[in-house]
């Protein structure tokens, strides 16, 4: 099996954009992609697509991978649209690097998008929730912030996590995303806001969620032979792990891990040859606080229970062992579903690149966390700046 | 002699003091009723009826399984026409050849039911259960709800001595046209008054037993007042008729006054005491005698205080919210929802036969070793404990649940662990009649059946829970 490296990535802004359409917000995202490989690549070398949205709204539910490749130019290539709700994109990456590395195609584009603001209030409600387990977990009620709630209470009854800690991923990853033009909410947070925001679903409030976003995002995988044609430093995929879970929270046998995510996770360093401990950075699926914190133990940054203190210790703070969602995370840069995943793919090239807006320092490792729902499918890619020769 | 073996009282937690809708309304028309009880946006007259059925069998020395006739009765279906008798006996999981009847359109509907399971043969349960509805602005202002269940067999603790009836033509007292909510009345006092007292002295009279020996008397009761005039005529003392009066503390609950009136007579008589019932409803006097008591399950619901305000009544009642399902992203197929009845109502979970873990719902592999395995049929425990736990804010529900959360608030949404097995079956539930700020992880909870959301104009029902503490 040949290696598969990241040659391009970009996205669009993420934010809310009544005016756009999923198919002019990925344009911008492919335009934003092309410009970040170094050299001029002509699309006709990319063999293939592989596109991630959930199709909140029920805008174009059937073809809408196919729609996005014609709209930009990519006339005939093969297109498959991804449905992995939250973790869409990350799985359409996935498909990208296996197409790339199985010798089959050299050059693959993988990307989500998602149009999520310009549908009324009660029409949104209807596909914050569709991802959950539908037949008993939704008709119990909840939204998926209900959900993350409830793990939320699991572990602070369990560990001594507290709902300040929950209020420190806000202000963390908002201090991160304030640098970032591209953030849906590019604002700092002081902890006191991040503390007494208005309850959502108890205990989560409503800085402990993030918001809904429409965006686009946009990577090209590429052979080795192709990468090395279009750049000095390679960005190789060296781990690619991916995991599936139970839908509903109720049937996992437990409330405080996603265990989906373990399993992805021990998969991705595995294969990458490295551990938690070599990361030089991470960008972690923090659809809501409680879900970054089970991130920092599911993907063994620390031990269980200790996420809480990890965050207070700085750990992941930009200038910490492990910087965590420099981006702004989900919760600052937005999450737009399908664009989520290969959206960390962009915040993890630019770090390499040195072109990141909380820029770390010279990063050899980095991992992107890529959440489906509450855990039914998870995507957990490790990667290395290979230096030049 | 046949009669009845055992009893169950079901009233909905919350009550609404007379004195606050007088505040509201500056008068109030329930003369004598110091509170009522209200029933939950997602109570029901089936709800109702099974939450005071379960109590019943759980203190009868039959099983359910015996059951051969179920006999209801009520005002307030949840649907006009539709499926209610199978409905009830699927929630309590009753032998599917039971034989059945529902009696409705009136508020003798109770003596109907009484009369249809004392003619029968074998164990039968009679259930009555109520919620009218009224113009907000007056006859609203004593309705209440609640439940009474009966479990009638042969040689029983209670013999039903007699029961007489008495029919004549007298509209205009209560009446509802098809397709209308709420309940009217023409209001001629004195006709009124008469009628009602003609139509059961008539009854009474006409029982094979002398009523003057009677210690108490269950009487058709509208309000406080309502039963001494209508025992004007009888032979019947006032303590009697204020031993079987409970609408001065749950209001007037259609159907079931009188039934729940009866058991509460019956948790107080000694042996031998004999008890008249007396109905009235659409010009039907139905009259009956009881000789006994035993305890009542569910008695103590009478005592509940849980005091409401007027303007969060009108929300639980829905007299103020009207919600409707808009068409939505996600489903679960009315075909599909029959499917899963034996979860949502009895909590059957799968056992593997590999690994002996517990899967909930019983479908697909094993949760615990994965493997696709036929599963034995458990059922677990209607008691658990909160695992997991969050309150869905105003605004916060899945359109499903909008209607709810206007009328009720803020709810909790628990993940409940339940014992079944050797192991555990977890499950989303939301937790109903509780403050979801008064809930905490570890608490225990007890299942209840309750009405989960209307979709396409059918309701669908299945488990909730309620807080133990």
Known sequence: ?389 | MRGIDAGGIYLPRFRLSTEETAAAWGHADARGIDRKTVPAADEDALTMAVAAAERALESASLERSAIELVAMATTTPPMAEGDFLSRFVRMLALPEDVAGSVSTQHTAAGGEAFARALDADGPALVVAADCPEGDPADADHPLGAGAAAFVIDDEAVVPVRDIAWYSDETPGIRFRPRGEREIDSLDVTTYERSAVREAVTEAVTALEVDASEATAAALHQRDRKFPYRVAGDLPLSNEAVAAGTVVDRIGDAGAATVPIGLLAVLAEADEGESTVGGFFGGGTAVALELEGGFPIAGIDDLDGEEAIGYTEYLRKRGYVVEGEVAGGGANVSLPNWQGSLDQRYRLIAGECPDCGGVTFPPRGACQECHSRVEFERIEASRTGTIRALTVIGQGGAPPEFAELQQREGAYAVAIVALAAGDGEATLPAQLADVDPEAVAVGDTVRATIRRIYTQEGVPRYGVKFRSEG
């Not at chain 1, 009620?141 to 996590?161: C, I, K, P, R």
């Not at chain 1, 002081?190 to 409503?206: Q, T």
């Not at chain 1, 923090?286 to 920092?296: G, H, K, N, T, V």
């Open chain 1, 1 to 389: 099996m040949r290696d598969a490296y990241v040659i391009g990535a970009g996205q669009s802004s993420f934010g809310s954009f009544p005016e756009e359409t999923y198919l002019s917000l990925f344009e911008s995202a492919f335009e934003s992609t092309l410009n970040s490989v170094e050299g001029e690549l002509p699309t006709e070398v990319i063999d293939e697509a592989h596109l991630g949205t959930l199709g909140v709204g029920g805008r174009q539910i059937g073809l809408s991978g196919p729609a996005v490749t014609e709209h930009i130019g990519l006339h005939g290539v093969p297109t498959t649209r991804v449905e992995n709700a939250c973790a869409a994109s990350g799985y359409a990456f996935r498909q990208a690097v296996t197409a790339v590395r199985s010798g089959m195609v050299d050059v693959a584009l993988a990307g989500g998008y998602e149009v999520m603001t310009d549908t009324s209030a009660d029409g949104t409600k209807w596909w914050l929730g569709v991802s959950g387990e539908t037949e008993w977990e939704r008709i119990s009620g909840t939204t998926f912030a209900g959900v993350y709630a409830q793990m939320a209470s699991a572990h602070l009854e369990e560990y001594d996590t507290t709902v300040e800690d929950l209020s420190r991923v806000a202000v963390k990853n908002h201090a991160n995303g304030a640098k970032n033009p591209k953030a849906h909410l590019g604002f700092e947070c002081s902890l006191e806001d991040a503390v007494s925001a208005p309850s959502v679903a108890d205990p989560l409030n409503l800085y402990h969620c993030c918001p809904t976003t429409d965006g686009a995002s946009a990577v090209l995988v590429a052979s080795e032979e192709v990468a090395r044609e279009y750049g000095e430093e390679l960005i190789r995929v060296a781990g690619a792990g991916a995991s599936s879970g139970r839908v509903g929270l109720f049937q996992r046998g437990t409330l405080t891990s996603i265990p989906a995510s373990v399993r992805a996770g021990e998969a991705a360093y595995e294969e990458a040859g490295i551990g938690p401990e070599n990361l030089d950075f991470a960008e972690v699926h923090d659809c809501f606080a409680i879900a970054e914190l089970l991130a920092y133990e599911d993907l063994g940054f620390c031990e269980r229970g200790e996420a809480g203190r990890l965050l207070r210790e700085g750990v992941t703070d930009p200038d910490g062992d492990l910087p965590t969602n420099t981006s702004g995370g989900l919760k600052s840069k937005g999450h737009p579903i399908g664009a989520t995943g290969t959206g960390q793919i962009v915040e993890a090239f630019e770090q390499f690149r040195g072109e990141a807006h909380v820029q770390t320092d010279r990063p050899r490792y980095g991992l992107t966390h890529n959440v489906g729902g509450s855990g039914g499918g998870v995507t957990v890619h490790v990667f290395e700046r290979e230096e030049a020769a």
